[in-house]
């Protein structure tokens, strides 16, 4: 089986929210879960908890002739009415949970639309993860969620939503919505058919200009190609330049400059990391979605050209990043210039394993001092048409080494190798020494490339 189809993407996502609801399930352990895989069963089912008398459901299900719904948690009040409660992966603390929120209510509303025409129900909470919480290693408790009431807004909008209903319904049995694309595509996330929608603006030039804004307006006016007197003073020049050529183009002054200042060193140690950002703390004394590094790739070149290198993968069997500080700490020691790719990611792991092992801190933060940032040196003097509109490292690597970049490995970001490291600290050991020989792979080929 390949790794990245195990844990990925969507997949990925998908397998995050269960966790969640596998705590849901263990710190409310009296509730009955309503199982099955056909949902003409789940009502059957759900009408016969209630009848035998259980006052906790997992996945009740309830259908009108319009809709299905299914809740993740509905629970009866000692007046016979009943609360229900949509649980969600996002954090407590996340700086998007209040446009999230107004998502997470809309949906809610739906539930009830559906379900207040069987039950009466007198609250609606949403529950997130707290990200305050922190695991003792022993069980989880309630406290892991965060619980917010949203019984006022959603019964406001109940009202509306059979003509939302009514709408979803049309849209879905109707041909292909013949509105444009636009901003609309990515609010409130990005649509899942944007890849058919935007195949001809991706096919055009307007793909390939990093942070280019009303791309869809362009494409309407017929401005599609970086050869228009529209780029004459719009858009990234580096990259129109390029396109306009077709080649690279390189700002040679300021990549001299960068490689003069890299070079002064004696030696050039290449740093990468990977973390997690888990949703549910694995380890004593960590909380939900803290970055925990579990791995780093060091590659170094010597003056005389010659490369060495050093590495660590956390076993997980203990909070990993004590495995990550205490050998990075003996192998950055002597580091003169730390190359990294994307600078705002290391510092912050330099800096939580500074303020984590106080023991280590002199040489942690004396290390983000020397670090030494090549996306903003790419950024700054050289672009690629088949960067693609991208600085990623797996984009500007192949495009700028050809053949020499090295991609060998299953993985294609950090978080799939976040998931995947969770996947092994919870596998038989046969298939967890097969993932982590992808994971020294997949880090290694970041600071060689």
Known sequence: MCI???????????????EVNHILHTVLSEGKKVESENNLDKLIMTQEAIRDGHTTLFEATFKTDQAISQLDLLQKNDDGTWDFTEVKSSSSSSTSLKKKINEYIDDAAIQYNVVSKTLKIKNVYVWVVNKDYEYDGKEYTLDFFHKIDVTEDVKNRADDMDL?????????????????????????????????????????????????????????????????????????????????????????????????????????????????????????????????????????????GAISHKECLASGKVDPSQEVAEKLAQDIKDSEILLVYYKTYEIGVLKYLAEKYPQHSETFIGAIEKIYDLYDVVKKTIYHPDFNGSYSLKKVAPALLGDKADWAGELDNGAEAADIYVQAIHSFEDDKERIFKELLIYCNQDTMN
């Open 164 to 304: 939302i209903i009514e709408n979803s319904r049309v849209i879905v049995e109707d041909l292909q919505p013949t509105v444009g694309i636009g901003p609309q595509c990515k609010k409130p996330h990005d649509c899942p058919f944007m890849h058919t929608c935007w195949k001809r603006l991706n096919e055009t030039d307007l793909a390939k200009i990093p942070a280019l804004r009303n791309k869809p307006k362009l494409l309407k006016d017929g401005i599609e190609s970086a050869t228009h007197e529209y780029f004459d003073t719009k858009g990234n020049q580096m990259a129109v330049q390029a396109l306009r050529k077709n080649g690279v183009h390189i700002n040679k002054n300021e990549l001299k400059k960068h490689l003069d200042a890299i070079n002064s060193y004696g030696t050039i140690d290449f740093l990468d990391f990977e973390g997690l950002n888990h949703p549910v703390p694995l380890f004593p004394k960590t909380k939900p979605y803290e970055q925990i590094p579990f791995q780093y790739s060091i590659h170094r070149r010597e003056r005389d």
């Open 4 to 18: 990245r189809d195990s844990y990925s993407g969507v997949k990925g996502l998908l397998e995050k929210g269960k």
